[in-house]
């Protein structure tokens, strides 16, 4: 394998990126010479920030545009900073509304609430991919994904959306990597899910729910705490906190200020879970027939 800088020829190729990357890479420069103009399902988070980054890289700003969708189950901050980071990179990106609300099939929050959340993002979606002549839809999902419960990515299918970081076998390791390398500042940017998945399932979705749970999470956004959910479950706001940041709530006053906070979001009682913050918690209350992926 004879690795070039050559920045016409992979511009996504720097010298200090890890060898095993390097095929990885050269086989996504590859890939999109398919397409001429995508559209990319961008949220900000660190895998389609990645794929709006490398879009615009290899197919230059007419060929591309990021695609934000909005709803409440986004946060007012993860917009902000989505629509920051495009700016920054010269990334032409769009703003569009979704109602994903009024889908009964989301509202009643089963176990395949994103189905009905993606299926309406793609849908729309397919909106832009018409009216800006686009040649396919493009999403953040990566290899890491198809070993989770992501009944989104059936909607995906259905729709026949693209996933460059999958398809080139990119795991989330691998993105944060190629992320850091190229200077992305999303390179260590934590997983945050949409505002829906601190709803455990059964119990309706409803946009004051989401609403409470964003304000108390910008309690612990203020207080610079960076793994950490709000979990609502009718009055009481439980929340969860990252293995490492657990011991910060031995202060006292610093506990007391979150506590208050999180009442003042609308939460009549408010507690710390003893356990710490992970991935999947509330899929894992579904029976196992329905934490299947789509495709099993």
Not at 225 to 232: A, K, L, N, T
Request: aromatic residues 8%; negative net charge; glycine residues 8%.
């Amino acid at each position: 394998m004879v690795l070039t800088h050559d920045p016409g020829k992979h511009p996504l190729l720097k010298p200090d990126l890890p060898k095993d990357l390097i095929p990885k890479v050269e086989s996504l420069t590859s890939w999109y010479e398919q397409f001429e103009r995508v559209a990319v399902s961008y949220s900000g988070g660190v895998d389609s920030a990645l794929v709006a980054y490398s879009s615009r890289v290899l197919l230059g700003r007419e060929g591309m545009i990021a695609v934000v969708a909005d709803s409440p189950s986004l946060p007012r901050r993860e917009l902000d900073e989505a629509l920051a980071f495009a700016r920054r990179h010269d990334i032409p990106v769009r703003t569009i509304q979704t109602s994903e609300g009024d889908d009964p099939g989301y509202t009643a929050n089963a176990g395949d609430r994103c189905y009905f959340c993606k299926l309406e993002l793609f849908t729309v979606l397919h909106g832009v991919y018409d009216s800006d002549g686009c040649d396919a839809i493009l999403s953040g999902t990566n290899l890491d994904d198809t070993g989770d419960y992501r009944p989104g990515l059936q909607a995906a299918k259905e729709l026949q959306v693209r996933s460059p970081l999958l398809e080139n076998g990119f795991t989330k390791e691998d993105i944060r990597e190629l992320s850091r390398v190229l200077g992305l500042e999303t390179w260590d940017k934590p997983a945050l899910a949409c505002l829906a998945s601190r709803i455990p399932h059964g119990e309706q979705v409803t946009s004051g729910k989401l609403a409470m749970i964003e304000a108390a999470e910008e309690v612990l956004w203020q207080e610079q705490f960076r793994v950490f959910r709000v979990r609502h479950h009718g009055d009481l706001g439980r929340i969860e906190i990252g293995e490492d940041e657990m011991h910060r709530f031995g202060d006292s006053v610093l506990r007391e200020r979150i506590f208050d906070g999180v009442l003042a979001a609308g939460f009549s009682r408010v507690e710390l879970d003893p356990e710490p913050y992970r991935t999947g918690r509330l899929n894992e209350a579904l029976p196992p027939r329905d934490r299947r992926q789509p495709n099993e």
